[in-house]
């Protein structure tokens, strides 16, 4: 139902109130008046008849009643008022308007009957004579206190109603003027009392529409000043509350946004109340774009569902590895802590989760990494105990069979001493990447491949093979040479190592948009595919025989791709079997591009 305003519940009340008033004012003063006159009409018809008293009683002792009527309509004429002289038979001796003799006895007439009695008649009825409705006053003839008569004086009611009516008009009209008058005036007070409200609640509106910086101007009452003040007041607490509560609430969605881990916080009906970018990249799904969404819409997985139910039944945290399959197998580390209020009660669950599948991965590649290096250092010097034991308690006198001992002994040496070697350069790769503490500096390419090569060269004539190096002598880039070095010579090594005798070495670069290459060719036994993701690991070797053989120590590799990752570049292999394998280390151009710049 539409509300009606203020100033028009207002405005008609004081209007009505104030004409009631008035309307009970010019009524009971209308009446007032009416008696007024008419009570002032009797005095005067009665002071009237006292004046002609006099004379009118000795010409009615001396019975001259001629003479009465003649007086009687001289006197009206001054007095404009009718006269009639009544005797205390009722009969008519004079009057001022009709000849007597034609008037009947007027004995009963109320105002004479009450004069006759001694008492001044009054009394307004139709007059029968003049057919009109008349005012009469009667006062009694007294001579020597006996009633010789009755002088009647009266007017016209019509007069007097004329009178009053022309009275009446006049404050009618003054009424009229005067509610005009009072309509301005309520409408005025009306406007007076309303607007201030009116512009509160205006204001109030402003600040229902979040508009808290808007200020109310202050009224003159005291009352609605106080309530202007206190609502202002009540806007800027609420301004600075909501402001704080913005600001916290950025700070917690910056702070998400941020983190590394996955978030996401739930209500007790398992509904969304917030997730984090790196919960919808973790999880691979796009960010819930409305509010609540049911946590199974999102993901289905029974273990996480598992672990909120065992949250909320033991009321504290709990936390478990779970396998997701999305794009990959992923693992997870998902942490499940109850969500608590300042209150301590649970208004919810938070699940913390975690991209720990490298993690993992590296756990066991460390794990099989410590397996393997027990393993490999175990053989060789099980074999050295072996030859040792055999040559310190057999008398063995053949002095050929004792070198032979002792060059088996003395192969298992120097294999153990290239594998801590392996080992050591693997570690300090490592422990000098971590420190920061890489040589860096402008080198050609071409001089480091040169001197990787000039110390393969003997072992490649050894085997007749043939190193071809081609490479932009302009490249130059920004790495540790000795590293780089060693990473070339590695793969030279196993490129002659894993080639037919007469066969070529090709060692060339290749500079694309974004890196440079330097691919090792050669035209060896190759590798078979299912080899080839697992061939940087470290201790991995397609023939292990052959690789002992030629004294490898399966680390080469993982060296490689070390120091190529140190280097922020990445290594690839592509291999065909019995044709031959190229290694290829690909670096980032950005830092052969700022060398260039900078020389
Ligand atoms: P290793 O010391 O045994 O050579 P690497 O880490 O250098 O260890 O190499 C790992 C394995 O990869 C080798 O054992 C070998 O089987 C294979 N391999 C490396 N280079 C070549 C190549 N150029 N041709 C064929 N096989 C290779």
Redesign the pocket.
């Known amino acids: 139902m539409k509300k009606k305003r203020l100033i028009w519940q207002l405005f008609p009340t004081y209007l009505l109130v104030t004409l009631l008033a008035l309307a009970t004012v010019t009524v009971s003063y209308s009446r007032e008046m009416k008696k007024f006159y008419l009570d002032h009409t009797a005095a005067e018809l009665t002071s009237r008849a006292h004046l002609i008293l006099p004379q009118l009683k000795s010409l009615m002792v001396a019975q001259d009643y001629n003479t009465v009527n003649k007086t009687v309509n001289t006197q009206a004429k001054y007095a404009a008022t009718r006269i009639t002289v009544i005797l205390p038979s009722g009969v008519v001796v004079g009057d001022s308007d009709e000849s007597p003799v034609q008037m009947d006895n007027h004995a009963n007439r109320p105002e004479i009957a009450r004069a006759l009695k001694g008492s001044i008649g009054n009394s307004i009825r139709y007059s029968r004579t003049l057919q009109k409705n008349m005012m009469y006053v009667a006062v009694p003839v007294t001579i020597e206190k006996r009633i010789t008569g009755v002088i009647r004086t009266s007017v016209p009611v019509s007069d007097i109603d004329r009178k009053l009516g022309d009275m009446r008009l006049r404050i009618i009209l003054a009424v009229l003027v005067i509610s005009i008058l009072i309509a301005g005036i309520s409408l005025y007070f009306s406007r007076r009392i309303s607007r201030p409200i009116e512009e509160l609640e205006a204001g109030a509106q402003q600040f229902a529409q979040g508009n808290l910086e808007h200020s109310l101007a202050m009224p003159d009452s005291a009352e609605l000043a106080g309530l202007a003040e206190a609502m202002n007041e009540m806007a800027a607490e609420l301004d600075w509350k909501v402001k704080t509560a913005f600001a916290q609430r950025n700070e917690i969605r910056t702070i998400l946004a941020s983190m590394v881990e996955g978030v996401i916080a739930l209500n007790p009906n398992d509904r969304i109340i917030n997730m984090n970018q790196a919960a919808a990249d973790i999880l691979e799904v796009p960010l819930p774009k409305e509010e609540r969404r049911n946590l199974q819409e999102i993901i289905r997985h029974t273990a996480v569902e598992k672990l909120i139910r065992d949250s909320r039944t033991n009321n504290e945290p709990t936390s478990c590895d779970i396998v997701y399959n999305k794009s990959s197998e992923k693992t997870l580390h998902v942490r499940c802590a109850p969500l608590k209020d300042a209150d301590e009660t649970r208004i919810g669950t938070l699940l913390v989760i975690d991209d720990v599948t490298k993690l993992r991965q590296l756990e066991n590649v460390r794990q099989d990494f410590a397996a393997n290096v027990s393993h490999e250092i175990k053989t060789p010097l099980t074999a050295i105990k072996g030859f040792v034991e055999t040559l310190k308690h057999h008398d063995i006198k053949d002095t050929a069979e004792q070198d032979r001992f002792l060059n088996i002994i003395d192969r298992h040496v120097i294999r153990l001493t290239n594998i801590i070697e392996d080992l050591m350069k693997l570690s300090v790769i490592e422990q000098d990447a971590m420190e920061k503490e890489i040589d860096f500096q402008a080198v050609r390419l071409i001089d480091v491949l040169q001197s990787a090569v000039d110390i393969y060269q003997n072992a490649a004539e050894e085997r007749d093979i043939t190193i071809v190096l081609t490479c932009d002598s302009d490249i130059t880039i920004q790495a540790d040479p000795s590293l780089l070095e060693q990473a070339a010579g590695?793969?030279l090594?196993?490129?002659i190592?894993?080639?037919e005798p007469g066969s070529e070495v090709i060692l060339a670069t290749s500079v694309t948009d974004t890196e440079v290459s330097i691919n090792?060719q050669?035209h060896?036994?190759?590798?078979m595919k299912k080899?080839l993701p697992r061939?940087?690991e470290r201790f991995?070797?397609?023939?292990?025989a052959?690789?002992?053989q030629?004294?490898?120590?399966?680390?080469?590799?993982?060296?490689?791709k070390h120091i190529t990752q140190t280097h922020g570049g990445h290594v690839s292999v592509e291999?065909v079997v019995n044709k031959?394998?190229t290694?290829s280390i690909h670096l980032p151009l950005v830092a052969a591009k700022e060398e260039k710049s900078e020389a």
């Open positions: 590695n793969l090594d196993n490129a190592k894993y080639s090792f050669d060896g036994i190759g590798i080899h061939v940087f991995y070797r397609v023939d292990k052959r690789s002992r030629l004294g490898g120590t399966g680390l080469g590799l993982a060296i490689v291999s031959g394998t290694f």
